[in-house]
């Protein structure tokens, strides 16, 4: 058998597919209708928060803004898959690089939304966390996710350095948002700073001290990822705060606006941090050095404050104490995210 000379088999060889790429503009407006959906959630945590057992059908306004958002982004992200597949793409390619996520998060809300009025339907309206919790509910709060961030899958695909251009690095920024206020809103009944923990016996004290633990890792987390593959603009961290807290605080404290002014001026001062330090996987003290100083900026204003000012009982000992764990669990979570280098000789085959 004969075979064709190399110069032949390059010419009969199919050209790899092109890239096809969501631009910046197209990103923006993905977050945008994200946005809507996610304002249906916390309209709709308000009035399971407000309302509670007065709520008796699934067919509600804040349902409507709900699934609305979620047909909007749906259509838009089948839209941009309709362009890939004229490219003559196919299957999850016809979506723009980093929109696979979204193409499985789609038919998953949908399942989730399908599944939530059979529930309803069947066993009522959840009151209380348990609505939280409800497995029709955690399937559309994974696909929303997925499609929320869809964005910042793509803008960490771009083949661009840290300084990527600004609005692909704000796109991912904004992406990381909405996934910052999709975790707080499914965490609502631990988010740490909702209530200042006031020291009243081991109980209440240790579920308290626990919410902040658990909220000075949920803060910390995007942040440390964005690092990783950004250099962050100036104010991405007060975006990120100061939304989702807003949101928070809409939804359960409408009309109290220290929440979101505590988390602005938190927010200002961890931008500082990293403008100071320029934390990056190129200066990995640097970033080790911010990720503990990053919950420190939030949590020691925030309970430090609620002492002086006589909102909290909690000792110095328990106050300071639980702010400093805030900051080791940041440098814990930075060795996730920025992991050690392995040596040459453990890159090699087991055994």
């Known amino acids: 058998m004969t075979t064709a000379p190399p110069s032949l ?24 209708l994200a946005w809507w959906l996610l304002a249906g959630l916390f309209l709709d945590g308000w009035a ?23 047909l909007a982004v749906a259509g838009w992200c089948l839209f941009l898959a309709w362009g890939g597949w004229r490219m003559g793409r196919r299957g999850l390619a016809a979506f723009p690089d980093g929109y696979s996520l979204a193409a499985l998060g789609v038919p998953l809300f949908g399942l989730g939304g399908l599944g939530d009025l059979t529930w309803h339907t069947v ?18 709060f994974a696909g929303g996710s997925l499609i929320a961030a869809s964005p910042l899958n793509a803008a960490w695909q771009s083949p661009t350095g840290r300084r990527a251009p ?17 975790t707080a809103f499914m965490h609502m009944y631990m ?34 990822l964005l690092l990783r593959r950004f250099a962050l603009p100036f104010g991405a961290i007060t975006v990120m705060y100061t939304l989702t807290n807003l949101g928070m605080a809409l939804m359960l404290a409408p009309g109290d606006w220290r929440l979101p002014a505590v988390a602005l001026g938190c927010g200002l001062l961890a931008d500082v ?13 640097a970033f080790r050095a911010f990720a503990v100083l990053l919950p420190l900026a939030v949590w020691v204003p925030y309970l430090g404050g609620a002492v002086r000012l006589g909102l909290s009982n909690l000792s110095l000992e328990l106050w300071l104490g639980v702010a400093v764990m805030t900051g080791l669990g940041g440098l814990a979570l930075s060795a ?3 992991p050690p280098a392995l040596p040459a000789g453990a890159l090699g085959e087991e055994g």
């Open 48 to 70: 399971h928060n407000n309302l509670g057992e007065s709520l008796e059908t699934f067919f509600t306004p804040w349902h409507a803004v709900f699934y609305s958002g979620f």
């Open 123 to 140: 066993f009522g309206i959840e009151v209380g966390i348990e609505a939280l919790l409800s497995p029709t509910h955690l399937l559309l």
């Open 191 to 224: 988010w740490g700073l909702l209530s200042v923990p006031q020291g009243l016996g081991w109980v209440q004290t240790r579920g308290e001290l626990s919410a902040v633990l658990l909220t000075a890792l949920m803060l910390a987390a995007p942040v440390l």
């Open 273 to 285: 941090l990293c403008v100071l330090l320029r934390p990056s996987p190129s200066r990995p003290l």
């Open 336 to 338: 996730l995210v920025l």
């Open 166 to 182: 600004l609005l692909l690095r704000w796109a991912a920024v904004l992406s990381a948002t909405s996934l910052l206020a999709f």
């Open 9 to 32: 088999q390059a010419a009969q060889a199919p050209a790899p597919a092109a890239a096809y790429r969501a631009t910046p503009t197209q990103n923006l407006v993905t977050i945008a």
